[in-house]
């Protein structure tokens, strides 16, 4: 059975005498298929796994979704047992952040200027300083993150090396619709209209990642996003698996984000540049 705990006090009394080594999966609750996946392998890889539920205010800029994002704690619960989680640890704002807003965060630094980061200012700044709290809280020997917030899954690798954190962190391949669409818990704020548009975003990107020259991966995936109105594209970035510029040749990864409607959308894939000459 899946314990649920609301505290930190709780939370280190149910760590206590958590046997061999620790998982965390972090979360925003609203969990899918992609959130599963990362508790199976959580599960296949750790003997002990905890899951984090918290809608975080740090990464959500003034006029963006924090109010409206969704909140569903039974669900959530229900699928962590379902996937043989150990505990749920729940926290709200207060429990998180004792006398409101910290003082001290961590800054993400140059990489976090680029490509999510200029269009949400302050929003790794914010997702940094709270899963540095979270590993620090929950001690873990491992933590899963989607491949789905590339961003966020390199800003996060770059902090525990830099701060010597000794957590390993391990990416997992981002789960998709049978249609294509990668799972998001803001994917229910599409109408059947905006999800049929939005899938022009994978489909850009399956298009791209087909070409093994930087130029032509570019323009594949633009036409695409071109010819669907429904999409309005905020960036679409070919970079190296780093995020740096991208490469002549070899491991490379293609990147967008775009409103559908109202709805902030992201998504990217591996890319194999053919070698320059």
Do not use: W
């Not at 609750?29 to 392998?41: F, K, N, S």
């Not at 150990?86 to 965060?105: H, I, K, N, Q």
């Not at 200012?121 to 809280?137: D, E, I, N, Q």
């Not at 770059?158 to 803001?186: H, N, Y």
């Amino acid at each position: 059975m899946t314990a649920l705990v609301h505290t930190r006090n709780d939370l280190a009394a149910g760590l206590a005498g958590a046997p061999g080594r620790v998982a965390v999966v972090m979360t925003m609750g609203a969990l899918h298929e992609g959130h599963r996946q990362l508790m199976r392998e959580a599960r296949a890889q750790a003997d002990f796994v905890v899951v984090t539920v918290f809608v975080n205010p740090l990464q959500f800029g003034p006029n963006e979704d924090f109010d409206k994002y969704p909140r569903t704690l039974t669900a959530d619960v229900e699928a962590c047992t379902a996937e043989d989680v150990d505990l749920v640890f729940a926290p709200d704002r207060d429990e998180m952040y004792p006398g409101g807003t910290p003082s001290v965060t961590l800054n993400a630094g140059p990489m976090g200027e680029i490509l999510e980061g200029a269009s949400r200012p302050g929003h790794f700044s914010g997702m940094l300083t709270v899963v540095a709290k979270l590993l620090l809280l929950t001690g873990a020997d491992l933590a899963f993150f989607g491949e789905k917030d590339f961003q966020q899954l390199s800003l996060i690798k770059r902090m525990v090396r830099d701060l010597e954190i000794q957590t390993e962190i391990v990416g997992v391949p981002t789960v998709r619709e049978a249609d294509g669409l990668a799972l998001s818990s803001r994917n229910r704020f599409l109408s059947a209209g905006q999800r049929q548009a939005a899938l022009a975003l994978s489909h850009a990107l399956r298009e791209g990642a087909l070409q093994n020259d930087a130029q032509r991966v570019l323009e594949a995936a633009t036409k695409i996003l071109e010819d669907e109105p429904g999409v309005h594209v905020d960036y679409l970035a070919l970079t190296d698996p780093l995020l740096g510029p991208a490469p002549a040749g070899g491991p490379a990864r293609l990147l967008v984000a775009a409103k559908v409607g109202a709805t902030r959308l992201i998504d990217n894939v591996p890319v194999h540049l053919g070698e320059a000459g």
